[in-house]
């Protein structure tokens, strides 16, 4: 099998990977003509994407030759923040940007700061050259966190690892649990695998404070309050063990601390819990039936655990307390039972190989680090003997922090800081690119070659170059291997070809991986790990103790309580009265259906199908407010405000206001979103961002348009 097809004359067909930040990364297909590619398409063939994809990539094209693509660099002429550049070479660009770095450097490198995520999840072009560039360099390190590393610790302190149900083998569930996530908009091809399952007759649950689009098609929808959904896993655990609904055999053989966790919820009963989530008791109570008795007559019982539940400040415990509900009742026997939050741990990636962290040990220093959900406050924050050096350069790629950072008023501050060298390599203008110095063109997934991990199915992924790049782009390896060059950096290793990164992406030595050849799969596209359909039904976990911990010594020894708990939100009624008393509504930003995170946001198309910013709140909230629909509203609290235009409607819960996001700010009315309101307060375990945990006040500021 070739890595391109000719399906007719003067047409080929690249085998390619989606690069962005969702679970599916799916199989892709471009055709190209003449140089140009003119279709992005699914592969039918791939077991995961089946031919599908979101509306988003399949005008992937719209994004690739968009006719305000950033396809030279360029430099600043105006303030920060104006987005005012003039063109100029490579040789300018580099030159410039490598006597910067090596003037800051000589006095101390750490005052240099890489900030990226996952504008691409590829290996090659996500943390690969770049990493060797600041390892290297020296520069301080970045704690990559704004997404998901509070469930993940969680997850791995009562599993051991980030492994779970495989997304191949949903279809054959008889209950799922949509819990804390919207699949229609960012998991497409689960929700394909849900449905499938429903008109197997299976029962669909979804637990979320908003009626999404996933809620509305499921069977029944439990709105629970922000930030409580470990109190309504307790009580599910209370449950289980009142009723007997439990797998005592699973549960003696293959977990730890059983008997201290049934004193622990026993302290959880269902009016306890409902008072806490919001929801009624009899919901607690049925539930907690359902999940059991499921389980109790054979059949499979799955979670899907995403990413909403755990942006509060109890998210860790959150999903550790959800990931204790499938040992329980031996859900994990079955290939369709268990839980999924992520599946990232199925890869044997190999990152020293990657990365060469052996650059950095070899200075005999370990750099600070620096959180990337409180760069607001790191930006301007100065030199002191506890913080280490200013930060007086900035290298931003794969990321918009300006747009996706919390509490943007001062992230902005810190990005307008004259004396604060920025860098940015982007396809587009963005709201971070507005305050850069030197604006580098990067390219997209179709004009550079990526290998893919993913952390929602299990297959290794192959992304081939369908099309030159476009004006003077440079994937981001070329860009940090021109800067190694200018920085004198003579290792070895930044000669390394995309295709040699490739090469090294995975440990062939991991039983997983062992039939990974990146010759093979580049031309296949594809090509499926060696994970087994039920891989917890016989335990087989990779905690300390081998087992399903309900109680963690490792928790206790990072002075975390080692059970399951309930841990409220910074922001509400029971933890803080009187800012809920100033302050009394919730707000949530989830994703948009059109956009990812802040991709997407500047295509014509896809903006225009999502509207403008819009605030739904509830009918109750809205009448003792004089909001109708069409109005102006102010969202705001004591960080900053945001205008959105209202839609009254029953799918937020009272209490609750809901902005799907996120947008760029040049694209909102008043120039901001949602992240004005948002808080640089860190998680309980994970350090990361509690996006969800936020109480506002809303107030009508004009008429119906």
């Known amino acids: ?63 690739t030759y968009h006719k305000d693509r950033v396809l ?74 704004i997404c998901a590393s509070a469930g993940a610790a969680g997850y791995k ?62 069977h029944q929808h439990i709105a629970l309050l922000p930030g409580t959904d470990a109190a309504l896993a307790l009580g599910i655990m209370h449950v289980l063990i009142a009723e007997d609904l439990l797998d005592t055999d699973y549960i003696e053989r293959h977990t730890l601390g ?122 301007s924050r100065p030199a002191a003997p506890d913080f280490g050096p200013r930060i007086d350069a900035l290298i931003v790629y794969n990321a918009n922090p300006v747009a996706v950072a919390p509490e943007s008023q001062k992230v902005v501050r810190g990005f307008a800081r004259e004396d604060l060298f920025t860098v940015v390599l982007e396809h587009f203008q963005t709201d971070t690119a507005d305050y850069a110095d030197i604006l580098l063109p990067a390219t997209t997934q179709l004009e550079h070659v990526d290998v893919h991990a993913t952390y929602g199915h299990v297959y290794m992924m192959a992304n081939n170059a369908a099309i030159k790049p476009l004006g003077e782009a440079k994937p981001n390896t070329e860009i940090f291997r021109l800067l190694a060059a200018r920085m004198g950096f003579d290792d070895g290793c930044f000669s390394d070809s995309d295709d040699q990164i490739a090469a090294q992406a995975f440990d062939r030595k ?74 009394p509504l919730a707000m949530i930003s989830p994703p948009a259906r059109n956009f990812l995170n802040s991709s997407f946001v500047n295509v014509q198309s896809l903006r225009d199908t999502e509207g403008e910013p819009h605030l739904d709140v509830h009918p109750d909230d809205a009448a003792a407010r004089g909001i109708v629909t069409g109005s102006m509203v102010r969202i705001f609290n004591d960080r900053g405000s945001m205008l959105a235009k209202a839609r009254v409607t029953p799918r937020a819960r009272p209490g609750l206001v809901v902005g799907l996001s996120i947008w760029w700010k040049k694209f909102a009315g008043d120039g901001k979103n949602a992240n004005e309101v948002t808080s640089q307060r860190l998680t309980d375990m994970g350090n990361a961002p509690t996006f969800y945990d936020v109480l506002v006040q809303v107030e009508a500021c004009g008429a119906p348009a």
């Open 510 to 583: 991991h039983p997983r991986a062992a039939d990974f050849d990146w010759n093979i799969l580049k031309q296949k596209g594809w090509q499926r790990l060696n994970v087994a359909a039920a891989v917890f039904a016989d335990g087989g976990f990779t905690t300390p103790s081998g087992k399903c911990e309900f109680y963690s010594a490792s928790m206790l020894a990072d002075g975390l309580d080692p059970l399951p708990t309930y841990i409220a939100p910074y922001e509400s009624v029971a933890s803080n009265p009187l800012l809920a008393e100033k302050y």
């Open 258 to 379: 059983f008997a201290q966790l049934k004193q622990r919820v026993a302290e959880w009963p269902p009016q306890r819990v409902a008072g806490v989530c919001g929801i009624s008791e009899e919901e607690v109570w049925q539930l907690g039936r359902d999940y059991g008795t499921t389980a109790k007559n054979g059949e499979a019982t799955m979670i899907r655990a995403n990413y909403g539940l755990q942006r509060i400040r109890g998210g860790g415990m959150a999903v550790r307390n959800i990931a204790c509900l499938p040992a329980l009742v031996g859900a994990w026997r079955h290939g369709a039972g268990g839980v999924q939050v992520s599946m990232s741990d199925a890869f044997p990636k190999n990152t020293a190989a990657l990365q060469r962290p052996d650059l950095l040990t070899r200075q005999g220093v370990r750099p600070r680090t620096i959180n990337m959900s409180t760069i607001g406050d790191e930006l």
């Open 72 to 145: 030279y660099p360029m430099k600043r002429v105006g303030k920060k923040g104006e987005g005012k550049f003039e063109r100029i070479s490579w040789d300018e660009a580099l030159d410039t940007v490598a006597s910067r770095l090596q003037t800051i450097a000589a006095t101390d490198p750490q005052a240099i700061l890489p900030y990226s995520y996952a504008g691409t999840m590829g290996l090659v072009q996500g943390e690969s050259m770049s990493m060797r560039f600041f390892n290297r360099l020296g520069s301080s390190l970045l704690e990559r966190t």
């Open 157 to 218: 302190y009562t599993m051991g690892t980030r492994l779970g149900t495989d997304t191949e083998q949903v279809q054959d569930a008889k209950l799922i649990l949509i819990w804390g996530g919207n699949p229609i908009a960012s998991n497409l091809h689960f929700w394909m695998r849900v449905q499938e399952a429903k008109r197997r007759g299976a029962k669909l649950i979804a637990i979320d404070p908003y009626r999404s689009l996933t809620a509305e098609k499921c």
């Open 1 to 63: 099998m070739s890595s391109t097809l000719s399906p007719s004359p003067g047409h080929t067909v690249v085998r390619a990977a989606c690069p962005h930040d969702c679970p599916d990364t799916c199989a892709l297909l471009v055709t190209v003509k003449d140089g140009v590619a003119t279709e992005v398409r699914g592969d039918p063939e791939h077991p995961t994407t089946a031919g599908v994809l979101c509306t988003k990539v399949s005008r992937y094209t719209d994004r």
